[in-house]
C-alpha cells in the first residue's frame, strides 16, 4: 500500500513537472485566448442568443466561451499550469545553477579527443607558457578561464554565455507570474463566494438601489472590469458587471460626477471623437480631485482605472405630436416623453404604454439611390430607406420607443424627425420592428409641397371617414363621366363601384382590396380588375383631397404630376398603416438633449504582475536566442595541444568562431 502510494505521488510529481504537460495547457490557453480575442466577451447573453441561435448558444455557454478568461475552466488550467511550471522550476533551477557555474572541468582527455569540433597541435612551447598565452587570448574574447595544474601538463576550462541558461528560469518564471496575475484579475473571490452561496447573480431589471446584498460586491473587491453610465449632471458610485445571464453591482470607494460630455463629429455627422469632464468625490462629499477623461487617456484613482469607453442618451426630454391614424379627423395632441421612461397613452383600442428607449442627434444614412422602389400597387411596409451606393450623410435626430398593448406584446419604432428625400420626394419616416434582432421597415408619409405632412393626414382622414364617401364618389363619377351621363343609371353604377372600393380600403387597405379580388372574381380577370379598381381609387381620393382642401378653406390641388405622386403615396402609407402596428404616429417637434458618458473602470492588480512577467518572458526568449554558451578545452602536455569546443547549438556563427580559436592556437603554439 504505501509503494502503490509512493508511486502515485512520483507519477504525478513526474506531469506535473514534466514539459509536455506544460506545453500541452499553454496549447489549450492559447486555443482559448484566440477564441476570447475573437468572440466579444461578456455580453448579455441575449446578444449571443440573437447571433448563434438557441442550440449553439447553449454549446457555447456550457463550455463557457462567452467570458472565457474568467471561466471555471480556464482558472483550472491556469492553476495547474502555475504548479506545473513552479515544479519544474524547483526541479531543474539547481541544475540550471550548478550548469552555470561549473567549468566542467573534469573532463578528461580521452572525451576530449572524441569531440566533433576540435584541433590538435605540436607545440615547442612549455605547457605553463602556452597555456598563459592561451588565458590572455580567451579573456580577450570574454571568456571566463580557469586554469588546472595536472601531472603531466595543464588544462585551461573557459566557457561564456553561460546567462544562456538563466534565459529558461526567466521564462518558466515569467510564465508562472503571468497565470498568477491572471488568477487575481479572475474573480476567484467571487467564484468562491458564488459556489458557498454567499454571492448570486441578479437577473431581474430592476433600479440598482434595489439589487440585494448578496447581488452586490464591496468596494474591498480585490478585482473588476465594470461599466457604467452617467448623464449630465449626474453621479454614480458603483459600476455594473455582466455576469453570465445576469449582473453584479460593484460599489465603488468614490463617487463620479459627469459635469460635461463633449462629442466632436465629422463633416458628414459621424463621432470625431469624445471626452468627459469628471469630479471625483468621497462618500462625505469632499471633491478629492477633477479630470477629462478621454478615449486612450484613462483617469487612475485608488487603484481604479476610469476608461472612456462610450456615449449614450442621458434622458433626452422630448416634445412630440401625436397623430391617430384610425380617426377620421386630421387633429393631432400633445405628449411629453423623456427617455428611459415611460408613459400611458389612451386610444379607443385600449391603453398602451410609451417606452422611450433612446434618442440619437445624429444618423449617417447613405441617400444615394433607393433600395425599395415606390410602390403604386397593393403593399406592406418596405424596407431600408437608406441607398446602397453612394455617400453618407447625416439626415438628423430621431428617437427609438416601444408601444406596448395591455397584454405586454410590444413593437420598437424608430422615428425621424427631419423629412427624408426619396426619388425627388419627401416623407417623415418611422420605423418598425417586431423584435430587436430585425430590420426596421419603414412607413413613409408623404409631405405636400410646403413640406407639411396636415395634407396627407387630412386625405388619410378622410378617406377613412364613411360618412364622407358618398361626397367623394358623387364627385368622382362626375368628374369621370360626361355631362349627358350625370344623373344616369350610369352614374348610379360608377357612384356603387366607388363606395365599394372606398369602403373595403377604409377596413385593411390594398390587402382588403386584394382579398375581395380573390373571392369574388375569377382568376383570368383578377388583373384587369385590379387595375380598374386601384385606377377608381386614385380618382376618387383626389376628389377626396379637393374636398379635403375646400373644407379646410385651402385653394384646390393642381391636377399635376406632384399631385397625382402625393395621392398615390398616401393610398400607399394608408395601407402600410394597417399594418404599422400602432394607432398612432408620433412626430418629434423638440428635444431638450441631455448625453451621458460611457465609463468603463477596472481595478487589476494582477495587471502589473502581468507586465512584470511579460518583462521577464521577453528576456527571458533574448538570452535564450541571442546569449549562446560556449565552453572551451585546452590540455596541453609537453610538445602536444588539444583543443575541444562545444556549444549546445552548432551555428555558422560557433564554426566560425571554432576556427578563429584554431588559428589562434597554431600562432601561439609554433
Known amino acids: 500500500m504505501h509503494t502503490a502510494s509512493h508511486s502515485f505521488g512520483k507519477a504525478s510529481f513526474e506531469l506535473l513537472s514534466s514539459m509536455r504537460f506544460a506545453i500541452s495547457l499553454l496549447s489549450i490557453l492559447a486555443v482559448a485566448s484566440i477564441v476570447g480575442t475573437v468572440l466579444k466577451q461578456a455580453e448579455p447573453y441575449s446578444n449571443y442568443l440573437i447571433q448563434f441561435g438557441p442550440f449553439w448558444f447553449e454549446v457555447y455557454k456550457k ?43 573534469h573532463v578528461s582527455e580521452q572525451s576530449l ?22 588565458q590572455r587570448y580567451l579573456e580577450s574574447r570574454r571568456y571566463r578561464v580557469k586554469t588546472l595544474q595536472r601531472e603531466d601538463g595543464v588544462l585551461l576550462a573557459a566557457k561564456a554565455g553561460s546567462w544562456n541558461r538563466l534565459g529558461y528560469l526567466l521564462a518558466h518564471s515569467a510564465i508562472v507570474m503571468i497565470c498568477i496575475g491572471g488568477l487575481i484579475d479572475g474573480n476567484l473571490v467571487f467564484k468562491a463566494q458564488q459556489l458557498l452561496g454567499l454571492k448570486k447573480i441578479e437577473t431581474r431589471d430592476i433600479p440598482q438601489s434595489q439589487v440585494p446584498a448578496i447581488s452586490r460586491l464591496t468596494p474591498a473587491n480585490l478585482s473588476f472590469r465594470g461599466s457604467v ?16 445571464d445576469g449582473y453584479l453591482v460593484q460599489d465603488l470607494p468614490f463617487t463620479v460626477a459627469l459635469k460635461e460630455f463633449r462629442i466632436e463629429h465629422y463633416s458628414n455627422g459621424q463621432p470625431k471623437s469624445f471626452e ?23 483617469l487612475i484613482h485608488d487603484g481604479i482605472a476610469i476608461y ?17 391614424l384610425f380617426a377620421p379627423t386630421a387633429e393631432s395632441f400633445p405628449v411629453q416623453g423623456t427617455v428611459y421612461q415611460n408613459a400611458t397613452l389612451a386610444s379607443d383600442g385600449g391603453n398602451y404604454t410609451l417606452e422611450f428607449v433612446d434618442f440619437r442627434p445624429f444618423n449617417i444614412e447613405n441617400l444615394g439611390g433607393e433600395t425599395t422602389t415606390p410602390r403604386d400597387t397593393m403593399s406592406v411596409l418596405g424596407g431600408s430607406p437608406v441607398a446602397d451606393d453612394t455617400g453618407l450623410h447625416n439626415v438628423g435626430p430621431s428617437f427609438q420607443y416601444k408601444v406596448r398593448d395591455a397584454r405586454g406584446q410590444a413593437r420598437e419604432y424608430s422615428n425621424y424627425m427631419l423629412p427624408l428625400e426619396l426619388d425627388g420626394r419627401w416623407y417623415l419616416m418611422s420605423g418598425v420592428r417586431e423584435s430587436p434582432n430585425e430590420a426596421f421597415r419603414y412607413l413613409r408619409m408623404p409631405l405636400d409641397p ?4 396636415e395634407t396627407f393626414m387630412r386625405l388619410r382622414g378622410a378617406l377613412l371617414d364613411p360618412a364622407q364617401h358618398p361626397a367623394i364618389t358623387a364627385a368622382f363619377a362626375r368628374q369621370a363621366l360626361p355631362q349627358e351621363a350625370w344623373g344616369t343609371e350610369i352614374e348610379d353604377k360608377l357612384k356603387l363601384s366607388a363606395t365599394q372600393v372606398l369602403g373595403l380600403f377604409a377596413q385593411g387597405g390594398f390587402q382588403s382590396l386584394g382579398s375581395f379580388i380573390e373571392s369574388r372574381v375569377p382568376e383570368a380577370e383578377r388583373e384587369k380588375a385590379a387595375g380598374t379598381y386601384l385606377r377608381i381609387l386614385e380618382l376618387a381620393a ?25 395621392v398615390r403615396d398616401t393610398l400607399n402609407s394608408m395601407s402600410d398603416i394597417f399594418v404599422y402596428g400602432a394607432p398612432v404616429y408620433l412626430q418629434l417637434m423638440q428635444y431638450d438633449e441631455v448625453k451621458a458618458s460611457g465609463l468603463q473602470l477596472t481595478r487589476s492588480p494582477g495587471k502589473n504582475i502581468v507586465y512584470l512577467g511579460s518583462l521577464l518572458l521577453t528576456l527571458g526568449v533574448f538570452f535564450m536566442l541571442y546569449v549562446r554558451e560556449r565552453r572551451v578545452w585546452l590540455r596541453i602536455k609537453p610538445g602536444h595541444a588539444l583543443l575541444a569546443m562545444s556549444s549546445a547549438k552548432h551555428t555558422i556563427d560557433f564554426e566560425t568562431e571554432f576556427a578563429e580559436h584554431a588559428r589562434a592556437l597554431d600562432a601561439l603554439a609554433k
Open 63 to 105: 463550455l463557457g466561451l462567452y467570458d472565457v478568461y474568467h471561466a471555471g475552466w480556464f482558472l483550472v488550467i491556469l492553476t495547474f499550469l502555475v504548479v506545473s511550471t513552479s515544479v519544474c522550476i524547483w526541479r531543474n533551477a539547481p541544475n540550471f545553477v550548478r550548469e552555470m557555474r561549473t567549468f566542467r572541468e
Open 113 to 134: 579527443a572524441a569531440f566533433k569540433h576540435k584541433h590538435e597541435r605540436a607545440t615547442s612551447e612549455s605547457p605553463e607558457a602556452l597555456a598563459a598565452s592561451a
Open 229 to 244: 453610465q452617467i448623464p449630465e449632471g449626474s453621479s454614480a458610485d458603483i459600476a455594473f458587471l455582466n455576469v453570465a
Open 276 to 298: 468627459s469632464d469628471v469630479e471625483i468625490f468621497d462618500h462625505a462629499g469632499n471633491k478629492l480631485r477633477e479630470a477629462t477623461i478621454a478615449v486612450n487617456h484613462p
Open 308 to 324: 472612456q469607453a462610450s456615449f449614450a442618451d442621458g434622458g433626452t426630454r422630448l416634445q412630440l405630436r401625436g397623430w391617430n
Open 450 to 453: 410646403e413640406g407639411k405632412i
Open 542 to 566: 383626389f376628389e377626396a383631397l379637393k374636398i379635403s382642401n375646400r373644407q379646410n378653406g385651402l385653394a384646390a390641388p393642381q391636377a399635376d404630376e406632384a399631385a397625382g405622386w402625393l
